[in-house]
């Protein structure tokens, strides 16, 4: 039993603490997002692999969702006296992952190594592998220009608004070794509860990936990362509609369709059950809110459950 | 009325601190060693540019020598734990200079605007200048091998034997813009009481810079960084040995002979005056020995008091 789950950042991060409590770690492949991957001071940042890397090694700061627990922001408080644009967050303990991946994807190390050596220096005990080590970054078109995801999302929080995506790269993209692999030979693949267009979407984009989900032999179950016509958190919702998508369980559903098989979505919105059947996806509905541990296992277990039904 | 003053570190710190105190800092044109250069996790550090900006912009940690005063070393823990190196001390605020440096330089900028850059920033009011924005490093050959100078002297702790200390990339360095000028224009030029061979040393080794001292119709000093046969801190007097040179304010003199007017010299080394009037050399003796804020004042005012007799 091998389950793989193509994951974004603080959604995911929640749910995959959830799934390896519910079944051990060491059978759970992460297939993460670098759409969000950005250079900040020079460094490398991986924002979502960070995220999930610091949630499965127990490292997470919770309240923040992202960075580390109890990080100081000491070299930051610097950079801003050094003058220093600061606007994205990087903790001091935080700094040396990037330092890290910096210096090693200079020496010309893959990421899909850096990261692999990063979660094994810290402790997460599930294999995590960027979608791809081709250079591929989502940008968000806004009524001031084509920006980077972080700096739509974080410097200018997400405000503005949002005319079109693209996943610059993603054509001559190739799957991180491993990434293929991964969703053909798993028992299950879950695609998380996070957007479908920023963390999901520049997976999908990378060629071969929506062709191995069509292809594998898995069950392949999405939880919705919209409840009650919003997103549980994050600019999903102004993302998905920007794609003329219906920012609803639907919506996910219809962008997973060609190979989705069962979409969990919240109880309040078992109304749209029967229109997912109409897409030929079994919906499965449960509470999907994981506002604490006990909720992020019993989603999990509900999702595994789902899985052998 | 102005001063350029060639710098290695600590020692170099404390006198500019006090020359700084004793004529105004606007008056003061640095010139810094860059032969103790590295990379340390991908970041470009100049411990001697770094200690003496850090000092003229009274932040320097007094009681290390090094670092910003009440740093943190969280970044450095978090190092660690990822199994990267950590002999070289890297504070959380101190890491600001490092990687603003280092981005900086990867797009092509000098080393002498950044350096001009961030002490700007940090509120340094006397100009600094890195003697190249050429490749010099200091190599120090030991038993071991050829180690670059902070290995030898952070990572070894200076425990090896000298065998050869080399400047490597001198040969075809040029010197910073403003450098000869400073030399050529200076009312006096002050050599700060460093190590010789690895502060002073990488300096004169820039084509061009021993040129513009003995070309300058400025009177030169140097303050003896050896005091009883001793270097008051570091390793000179072991570097000097390896190159030939007695470890006294006379092996000072010698290394300078060619362009050096007065040499500063600790009382307890006055029977050492006669034989430097051999060199051409005109003794200048009082206390060297800067234990306090006071007598780091006192010996530059005893300096800048020689140069106007």
Known sequence: MHI??????????????????????EQVTVIGNTGDDTLIWGLHISPDLDTVTY????????????????????????????GRDTWFNLGDRDLATHLL?????????????????IRRA?????????????????????????????EFFVREKALLDVLDVIYDGADEARPAP???????????????????????????????????????RAKVVAISP???????????????????????ALGVAQLYSAWLDLLVLDTRDQALAPEL?????????TDTIMTDRRREVALA????EALGS
Chains 1, 2 share one sequence.
Do not use: H, Y
């Open 4 to 25: 793989t789950a193509l994951a974004g950042g603080t959604g995911a991060a929640k749910f995959l603490r959830g799934l390896t409590t519910a079944i051990p770690p």
């Open 55 to 82: 949630a499965l090694a127990g490292i997470l700061d919770e309240t923040k969702g992202w960075g580390v627990r109890g990080d100081s922001f000491r070299c930051l408080a610097a950079m801003a006296a050094l």
């Open 101 to 117: 991946r910096t210096e090693r994807l200079r020496a010309g190390e893959s990421l899909s190594k850096v990261t692999e050596a």
């Open 122 to 150: 810290l402790g997460a005990r599930c294999r995590i592998l960027p979608a791809t080590d081709s250079f591929v970054r989502t940008r968000v078109l806004t009524p001031q220009g084509w920006l980077g995801f972080q």
């Open 178 to 216: 491993g990434v293929v692999e991964a969703i053909a030979e798993a028992r299950a693949v879950i695609v998380c509860p996070s957007n479908p267009i920023t963390s999901i979407g520049p997976i999908l984009a990378v060629p071969g990936i929506a062709e191995a989900l069509t292809a594998t």
């Open 226 to 248: 919209i409840v009650g016509g919003a997103p549980v958190s994050g600019p999903a919702g102004k993302l998905m509609a920007a794609k003329g998508l219906p920012v609803s």
């Open 277 to 285: 059947l109409g897409l030929g996806v079994r919906p499965v509905v």
């Open 301 to 304: 277990r509900a999702v595994v």
